[in-house]
């Protein structure tokens, strides 16, 4: 990334009222985005595209973890009855 993208990028970051997980969002994108461009055939299809797979991805995971927790719990209640018992 040039030094102008660098600044840019800063300037983005300190000019946005938000949360740091928004602004580490902003910074991701750019960074992303400054990838886009550099390689040949990626357009604006191709990141929609991996937006979406992005998307995907992060919903499949989130529940994946909410059943692992829940399994945790389940298991942790079963030994606790077992030990009651």
Do not use: N
């Amino acid at each position: 990334m040039s030094t102008g993208g660098q600044a840019l990028m800063l300037a983005r970051l300190q000019a946005l009222d938000g949360t740091s997980e928004e602004k580490a969002r902003v910074a991701a994108w750019d960074v992303a985005r400054g990838l886009f461009d550099a390689a040949p055939g990626l357009d604006d299809g191709v990141v929609a595209r991996l937006a979406e797979l992005v998307a995907r991805r992060t919903w499949l995971y989130s529940w994946a973890w909410r059943l692992a927790v829940a399994g945790g719990v389940g298991f942790a209640l079963l030994v606790a009855l077992a030990t009651i018992h």
